[in-house]
């Protein structure tokens, strides 16, 4: 009698804390799967970044190929919000409440991360390496529930003005930024890299609407001020027109071409590779098509999986390297959180990965995350436009820019 | 006395007490519509007891977006004037209500009525100049309008009222102790916010349907359908058409714009980006669909408004197998249904529902 009550109490409090250690994870967790959600813009003016989300999916069927992370399926449920604020909102908070993933992962775009932003942070649900470079996603204090990924901007603005600080510390700066968050992001990280400098080496700044046909006038304005070194903070479309009518204007600053638009694909090519040779951008990514990596073992495992998952990818697609490289960054977080799969001991690890090499970043840059901060990437290599390539040189630069709005 | 249905004709059965009467969809059939509206109302109020968070949520978007294509319904419906533009008015009463609550620090509930009267005002003065524009031309101007909303909205100069393109984030509009703690004594729970978000919306909705409904059943209503039908006899009849013209557009504007407010209220944020062509696009498709002269059939057009870009992710999975990238062809999605609704039930959900409730009533 007493053997059978101590064994029922036993079995009883073992159920018990089985039962906690369960109710502990976060919805969308089971034994067998974690459930994430994603949107993405499959559809509308964003839809040349759809590729990103099915770069994951395909990753993410990898590792679930392999046995999954820890044991467990990642079921990745990556829905249309076609860059829409409002669908942003719908989306999420049908995933979250009707779906019920355990967290967001790779939001992209700045204005539908900002939708959701607030809701998140009160839900308490993770909005994980959100896929925009805006400095705002960087703030633990503030929004502990929200994380980046990819360097953010004002960082890539901080590594070009100490460049100029150091190779032409007489420069005089024109600007040329597209009117939104992005644009005066990059246009803070500058300011910020420049510090006192600042009012004196900005001789001209110049602003356009992403709706605008083209910059040509701006272009104009800034030559006439008599700048000697041009910060192009623009979208592919318009960096193309930028290159171009410099040339036209025989005008020859020293060109810092923002990440966002270094693609040589679709600018460089497009503007025509005479016309911007010796142009300085920065890059944290390898390049699929730069023919150093080919021989490399984290290109050749990207080449096979791209094969292999991903056929109908594009191989020329930077994108692509982007998916693969966050897809093992979240991971890393998820096999560092072991069998704690609550959402607070997620976004635990998330902010505790430590020199962590994702694959396809260029040798020498990590990821680094603590919980006071919350970028992950903080690294850039700067390159140079010869030929018909772009030439890294110099040493990986670290372009920590805190937080901020 | 006769009265008509919305196309102005007489039916024939028409020979009762017109106080027995009320005109739900044209067809006096006193139990049935009698039935139908109060089983309506009592749905509205016994929502929010059976359902939560994301699902009293998107109940209350169908609401909201009802009284959005309501506003569009008046004005072409009833008065025959054409707009692509309505996104703009939408995001006139959503971004009043925005910078009321976040600049000068106003409760949510006491920005509608302000934010209605501001777009009352935009609207009519806009009607104002389109006076001398029609058809074609009159779409065309709204379809400037609707065109330049985002980038207005994105201006330097007034972004620090606007909040730019990063948007304005706003307080979530908690409910009022009073009506928690009356929910509180009858349900022994709190009232979550997505319920009383609903709530809310539901009240001004049901109330400005209801003032709508006033509307076009009165002289006004009639003046204005008279102007759609034939300006020139209106005219000629004393109607004074560039008055009640102007004042159809401000008023439509309004129902529009107070849609846009409560649209702010429920998502606690706004941006540009919500505010662009493609939500002309789907309030006029939505309106067509539901009956672009009716009333009841703006609640059809509301759901269909909300459930379209579902439908046409549904449309997109299916074909994934075949097509390529088929999220690009969400697009076709809206112009397929406008077309269908065009040639199969030009009078909408509501015209078919009408056409069907004369069919039961006539087989005797």
């Known amino acids: ?405 | 006395m006769a009265s008509t249905d919305v196309a102005g004709n007489v039916p024939a059965f028409l020979n009762q007490n017109p106080k027995d009467r009320i005109i739900v969809l044209g067809v006096p059939l006193p139990l049935l519509e009698k039935v139908g509206l109060y089983a309506l109302l009592a749905a509205v109020v016994v929502l929010p007891m059976v359902y939560d968070g994301y699902d009293i949520y998107e109940f209350g978007k169908i609401l909201m977006y009802m009284l959005a294509v309501l506003g569009l319904n008046l004005l072409t419906g009833f008065n025959g004037q054409f707009s692509l533009g309505h996104s703009a008015f939408f995001a006139v009463g959503a971004y009043s209500t925005a910078i009321m609550m976040d600049q000068l620090g106003m409760p949510y509930w006491t920005t509608i009525i302000p934010a209605a009267a501001v777009c009352f005002v935009a609207g009519f003065l806009f009607g104002l100049p389109a006076l001398r524009l029609d058809g074609l031309f009159l779409a065309l101007a709204t379809f400037a309008l609707a065109i330049a909303t985002p980038q207005l909205l994105k201006y330097d100069g007034i972004s620090h009222l606007t909040g730019g393109v990063q948007g304005i984030v706003l307080d979530t509009p908690y409910p009022p102790a009073w009506i928690d703690s009356i929910v509180m004594s009858i349900t022994g729970e709190e009232l979550s916010v997505d319920r009383w978000k609903y709530m809310f919306t539901a009240l001004v909705a049901v109330i400005m349907f209801a003032g709508a409904w006033n509307l076009v059943h009165s002289r006004t209503g009639r003046a204005l359908i008279a102007i759609r039908d034939n300006p020139l006899s209106a005219k000629t009849m004393g109607i004074n058409t560039s008055i009640f013209k102007s004042a159809a557009f401000g008023v439509s504007a309004m129902y529009t714009g107070v849609a846009g407010s409560l649209f702010a209220i429920m998502d606690e944020y706004l941006a540009p980006e919500s505010f662009t062509f493609a939500e002309a696009i789907k309030f006029l498709v939505g309106g067509v669909v539901g009956g672009i002269a009716s009333l009841f059939g703006a609640i059809f057009g509301g759901w269909f408004v909300l459930e379209i870009p579902n439908i046409a992710d549904l449309a997109a999975t299916s074909l994934e197998n075949y097509i390529n990238n088929p999220q690009g062809l969400t697009g076709l999605i809206y112009g397929l249904f406008l077309i269908f609704t065009v040639y199969v039930m030009p009078m909408g959900a509501a015209g078919l529902a009408q056409i069907l409730v004369h069919k039961i009533s006539t087989r005797r």
Not at chain 1, 251 to 256: E, N, Q, R, T
Not at chain 1, 257 to 271: D, E, F, P, R, T
């Open chain 1, 1 to 405: 009698m007493k053997l059978l009550t101590t064994t029922m109490v036993s079995m009883a409090a073992l159920a018990v804390a089985m039962g906690a250690a369960e109710a502990r994870n976060a919805p969308g967790v089971t034994a067998k799967e974690i459930k994430i959600g994603n949107t993405n813009p499959y559809s509308g003016p964003a839809a040349a970044y759809s590729s990103i989300g099915k770069s994951i999916g395909a990753c993410l069927d990898k590792f679930n190929g392999e046995g999954g992370v820890n044991g467990r399926q990642i079921n990745f449920v990556s829905v249309d919000d076609g860059y829409s604020p409002p669908r942003t909102v719908e989306q999420t908070r049908k995933l979250v409440e009707r779906e019920k993933v355990a967290f967001m992962f790779q939001g992209l775009g700045t204005p539908t991360n900002s939708a959701v932003h607030t809701y998140m942070n009160k839900k308490k649900v993770p909005q994980l390496f959100v896929a925009t470079g805006a400095t705002k996603w960087g703030d633990p204090k503030n929004f502990p529930w929200t994380m980046g990924w990819q360097p953010n901007y004002q960082s890539e603005g901080v590594v070009y003005a100490r460049y100029v600080l150091a190779t032409q510390p007489t420069a005089k700066i024109g600007i040329l930024y597209q009117n939104d968050d992005y644009g005066k992001d990059y246009v803070h990280g500058l300011e910020n890299g420049l510090g006192d400098k600042a009012a004196s080496m900005i001789v001209a700044r110049e602003s356009f609407e992403v709706t605008d046909p083209t910059i040509d006038s701006q272009i104009v304005n800034i030559k006439n001020s008599g700048a000697d070194t041009f910060y192009n903070v623009t979208t592919p479309k318009f960096a193309a027109q930028a290159i171009a009518k410099n040339f036209e204007l025989n005008w020859a600053p020293l060109h810092l071409l923002n990440s966002v638009s270094n693609s040589i694909g679709s600018v460089v090519s497009k503007a025509g590779f005479e016309k911007g040779q010796g142009m300085i951008s920065a890059a944290y990514l390898m390049d699929p098509t730069d023919p150093e990596w080919k021989s490399h073992d984290e290109y050749k495992a990207w080449n096979a999986w791209m094969d292999e998952y991903y056929p109908d990818g594009d191989k020329a697609d930077s994108f692509t390297a982007y998916g693969w490289s966050v897809c093992h960054t979240l991971v890393k977080a998820l096999e560092q959180a072991g069998d704690d799969l609550s959402r607070e001991n997620i976004m635990a690890e998330a902010a505790n990965l430590k020199n962590y090499r994702a694959p396809m970043l260029l040798p020498g840059i990590t990821i680094n995350t603590s919980p006071t901060d919350f970028y992950p990437i903080e690294q850039w290599q700067l390159m140079r436009l010869k030929g018909n390539s772009w030439e890294r040189f110099g040493e990986i630069i670290d372009g920590s820019a805190g937080g901020g709005s």
